[in-house]
């Protein structure tokens, strides 16, 4: 079952930033929270990923509340090919069996001109 | 970042014949890989996790017997999907991972059509 709630759309203007919000509320204190997203027709790309503190790198930043019950993906500065289902995903389990990507319905963000 | 790659990427095949997708990891050792489909217009479903040498384990609803899953090498897993049906049509993507803490990479993906 998945475990976020994400917005199943949104638009941003090109050259705007893009703030992808996700709700995870039951979330668990070893937890982390991943973003991938998935261009059509193509498999899921990794974008980001952290635990409690913001995270940045070069393709966006990751903004967790101090409850962690909730994060937002930031895109700086969308462009067109930014236009792609992003999925917000709390990793489940430990062992051998466990970090299963357990994917939820995503956000289809539209980057528009 | 790393790579995985899936082949064919595309392929049809006649309704009761069996069909074998490969996944690999070309430049790391894969310990686990995993197996999603993804029907149109609907997110990644997983349908197993498999450890190298090991026997896969299935997510409730998927069958076995009919998705064969074979993870020889640290590099290697492929999926048979046996007797496919036509509602058996769908896109499988495989990800590979390292270790229990390292990411998740995924593989392009394999359009299934059966006719």
């Known amino acids: 079952d998945a475990k976020t709630t994400q917005p199943p759309s949104m638009d941003c203007a090109e050259g705007r930033a893009a703030n992808l919000p996700c709700n995870h509320s039951?979330?668990?204190?070893?937890?982390?929270v991943y973003w991938y997203r998935q261009i059509h027709s193509q498999g899921p790309q990794y974008i980001i990923h952290g635990l409690k503190n913001n995270e940045t790198n070069e393709m966006a930043s990751l903004i967790i509340t101090e409850d962690r019950k909730s994060s937002t993906l930031i895109l700086p500065h969308a462009t067109l090919r930014d236009t792609a289902v992003y999925y917000c995903?709390?990793?489940?389990?430990?062992?051998?069996?466990?970090?299963?990507?357990?994917f939820g319905q995503g956000t289809e963000l539209s980057v528009k001109p | 970042g790393a790579v995985v790659s899936q082949h064919p990427s595309w392929v049809i095949c006649k309704s009761g014949t069996s069909v074998k997708i490969e996944c690999r990891s070309l430049?790391?050792?894969?310990?686990?890989m995993f197996w999603y489909r993804q029907f149109p217009k609907q997110s990644l479903m997983l349908m197993a996790t498999?450890?190298?040498?090991?026997?896969?384990?299935?997510e409730q609803g998927v069958e076995k017997d009919k998705f064969l899953i074979n993870h020889a090498s640290l590099t290697l897993s492929t999926l048979t999907v046996t007797s496919a049906h036509p509602e058996d049509s769908s896109f499988y993507i495989c990800s590979a991972r390292a270790g229990t803490g390292d990411e998740q990479y995924f593989g392009p993906g394999t359009r299934l059509t059966v006719t």
């Open positions: 430049d790391f050792q894969a310990t686990t």
């Open positions: 039951t979330i668990s204190g070893n937890e982390y």
């Open positions: 498999s450890n190298e040498g090991s026997k896969a384990t299935y």
């Open positions: 995903i709390v990793r489940v389990g430990g062992g051998n069996q466990g970090g299963k990507l357990i």
